[in-house]
């Protein structure tokens, strides 16, 4: 956030504070999930405090990041009784809840907004609920650290890779190494900036001399460290972690690698989708362009990098055989959409404003480049003297979670052709490639669209937490939340019904009536 500095007056970069807190062994109370018929969106979790070793009297409780890893992990040690270690992050709220005139300083120390005083880790439970958010960010096995799941980059604000070295930082004064607490009227604040001023490169050792001294006076930093190592209630997880190579899209603590060549494709895919998104606006006049807020248009911008990437990954899926993101293959799918995009079906603002337009042309995108795409393979199995056999989704029983078993490129940095590159006539090798996971009706803008454009159709927007039960009986899933259908195959299936919306209203009330969730007890 960029604000100005309390020291100098100039426009400088801060990060607000972020109290966390972790427990080595603790049992879960309650999990609960709440819907608003889209997909579970809040995930509530209360922690048993008699079950924890560190002498708590209340029982407490923390959202979690609803649909991933997190809350998977989370319900299964509900499930099964069994404790867990965990972290959770306390930060500022934006607004002073229910005030929304009443925006939060960043420079307010986080401390102050839970209501603790003095050397007390203690806050007041009313000044944390009007001022914070409590977060759970990480969640495993009590003896396996390996066994931890962390919440996406979207839910996780701190930097695990810190907390080792500030699991002692009780007063709050002391900022990760390379960073450095604002102060304002002889005080420090709740805000860090860099300790290193732009422009110039980071001395790390001199920044860690400088913290060092300047906390001297009070406690060493050396103390704090020897005290914090010292503590048996919380063990050494992630710790300090170095970053992957560039071809690795996973650190190995488990959290993305921002300088790996799968974060550099996002990057590039949200760059076109800019261009596209202001070539459409540009392409008619003034009168005829959508009234947006400049947040309305970064949002669909957004949603439009989104939709590029799951057309490459349709088009990568029928060609090659599987969805892999961080394979030269995908790439390449990715430029045959936008060269069709740029020479066949340019995106229009018609895409912009509406629904049904957009869904039309990402149909005829996606048919068009995976026809290229395929055409491109046909022409080189025949300069090769290659029989193509369908493509056939690679087989990997072992690969495990958090592992990353795509085939490697070569050592110096490349992708090397010969590692795919089947010979002579026989068939390409299988690729030992951990699979992602199919993109799901939940995380398509298009499909939930969809869905809520149906609902309102058929009269049943403000009942549609009731229509699940026909997803369940047509796709013979759990719960019937779009998170557990196949985005693909549900969007063609909505299309179907939005033919004739009463003629689903009524199905869904049969199937309502015979799902034995409502069928009353005789």
């Not at 997909?39 to 924890?52: E, P």
């Not at 704090?224 to 690795?248: D, H, I, M, Y």
Request: net charge negative.
């Amino acid at each position: 956030m960029r604000i100005g500095n309390p020291e100098d007056g100039t426009a400088i970069t801060v990060r607000a504070e972020t109290f966390v807190e972790e427990y080595a062994s603790i049992a879960i109370k309650e999990f609960v999930e709440k819907s608003t018929g889209d997909g579970f969106d809040t995930v509530y979790v209360k922690f048993d405090a008699s079950s924890g070793a560190q002498g708590m009297q209340h029982d407490f409780g923390a959202s979690a990041e609803p649909g991933g890893p997190l809350a998977h992990r989370l319900r299964q040690a509900y499930e099964t009784g069994t404790p867990v270690y965990v972290a959770i992050e306390t930060r500022r709220r934006k607004h002073v809840e229910k005030k929304r005139d009443e925006p939060i300083d960043p420079r307010t120390p986080i401390h102050t907004l839970r209501g603790a005083t003095g050397e007390s880790l203690s806050g007041q439970p009313q000044a944390t609920k009007a001022n914070c958010v409590k977060v759970i960010v990480a969640a495993g096995s009590v003896d396996d650290p390996a066994d931890t799941a962390i919440a996406s980059d979207k839910d996780l604000r701190s930097d695990i890779s810190e907390w080792t070295q500030l699991r002692g930082n009780k007063l709050g004064d002391l900022p990760p190494e390379g960073w450095r607490c604002l102060v304002a009227d002889g005080k420090r604040t709740g805000g860090i900036t860099n300790a290193t001023p732009s422009g110039s490169a980071p001395d790390v050792d001199a920044i860690a001399e400088a913290i060092a001294g300047k906390i001297a006076g009070g406690k060493s930093a050396q103390t704090r460290q020897s005290s914090s190592a010292a503590n048996p209630v919380v063990r050494g997880r992630p710790g300090l972690v170095a970053e992957a190579k560039a071809w690795e899209p996973v650190n190995s603590d488990g959290r993305p690698n921002m300088g790996s060549y799968l974060a550099a494709k996002l990057r590039a895919t949200h760059q076109s989708a800019v261009y596209l998104f202001q070539d459409a606006l540009t392409a008619v006049e003034e009168p005829e362009q959508p009234e947006l807020t400049e947040e309305e248009s970064l949002e669909h911008v957004w949603q439009l990098t989104e939709l590029l990437l799951w057309l490459a990954d349709q088009v990568q899926k029928h060609v090659v055989g599987a969805v892999n993101r961080n394979e030269t293959s995908h790439k390449e799918a990715g430029q045959w959409v936008q060269q069709v995009i740029t020479t066949r079906y340019p995106y229009a603002v018609e895409h912009i404003t509406d629904d049904r337009a957009r869904r039309e042309w990402v149909k005829v995108v996606g048919k068009a480049a995976t026809e290229d795409f395929a055409r491109t393979q046909r022409m080189m199995a025949a300069y090769l003297k290659i029989d193509l056999e369908p493509a056939t989704e690679p087989q990997n029983p072992r690969a495990g979670r958090g592992q990353n078993t795509a085939a490697q490129p070569s050592q110096n940095g490349g992708d090397s052709p010969a590692q795919r590159q089947p010979s002579g006539g026989e068939s390409a090798p299988v690729q030992q490639i951990q699979q992602p996971r199919p993109v799901t009706a939940g995380e398509d803008p298009d499909a939930v669209t969809a869905w809520k454009n149906l609902a309102d159709a058929c009269g049943m927007s403000d009942y549609i937490d009731d229509l699940r039960f026909i997803l369940k009986a047509t796709f013979k899933v759990p719960t019937g939340v779009l998170r557990e259908i196949e985005a693909s195959a549900f969007t063609r299936q909505v299309a179907q019904w939005a033919a004739d919306p009463m003629a689903f209203r009524q199905q869904a009330g049969q199937a309502f009536n015979n799902d034995p969730e409502n069928r009353k007890a005789s």
